[in-house]
Structures are given as structure tokens and as C-alpha cells.
């Protein structure tokens, strides 16, 4: 996955537009992406949310995070001195758009 500024524009040309929209659409980063929108969550809420396997959904976190399509907004330490962190999807909307020029995928962060 790439990294993306604030407002990106993709034309089909560009390859990455297919393999951001498969990772998009996959299970678990969408299932992400989705819950953290309007909140910071853990990765063991948005387990618990959409009942995900915990290490693919940590694997992903780690993806989405590196590509900039996700922050970590918070962290906290629990009673054992364990960190927590609370991830945000940076994205506001997504827009695909397919027409006899090609696909097109608009993203807009927040």
C-alpha cells in the first residue's frame, strides 16, 4: 500500500489505484478502517467489533499504519505497565469512480 497525502486524486494508470482498492477491500482492513472512523479503538475492540482474528488484525493495523491511512491517536498503560494504543482511520471518504476512461479512486483524509 502507498502512502497518501491529505487529498489524493488516482487515475487507472497509476497502479497502486488496484492495489489500494484490493487492500481496501479486504475483511479486515476495511473492517478497520470502518470502526475507527468516528473513534480511536484498540485492536481488541475492533476484534471483539467484527469478531477478526487478533495477529491479522494487528499485521493490517501495522500496514494501514505505515501507508498513513490510520494513527495511533492515544496511548495508555494498563495495571501491568502493558501500552495500548488507539488507532484512527485517516480517512474521511473514499470515492470510486469507473467510467470509459478508466477507474479513478479519490481519497479524502482527515
Known sequence: MTTIDS???FQSEDSNVLLMLREISDKVT????TSTMS???TASEICCEYKLPL????KKI???HQSGLISIEKI???????????????IKSLEVNINQQGLALQLVRR
Open 76 to 90: 495508555q498503560f494498563d495495571s501491568k505497565g502493558k501500552k495500548i494504543l488507539y488507532y484512527q482511520s485517516k
Open 7 to 9: 487529498h489524493d486524486y
Open 30 to 33: 476495511y473492517s478497520i478502517l
Open 39 to 41: 473513534s480511536p479503538k
Open 55 to 58: 495477529s491479522s488484525t494487528y
Open 62 to 64: 501495522q500496514k494501514l
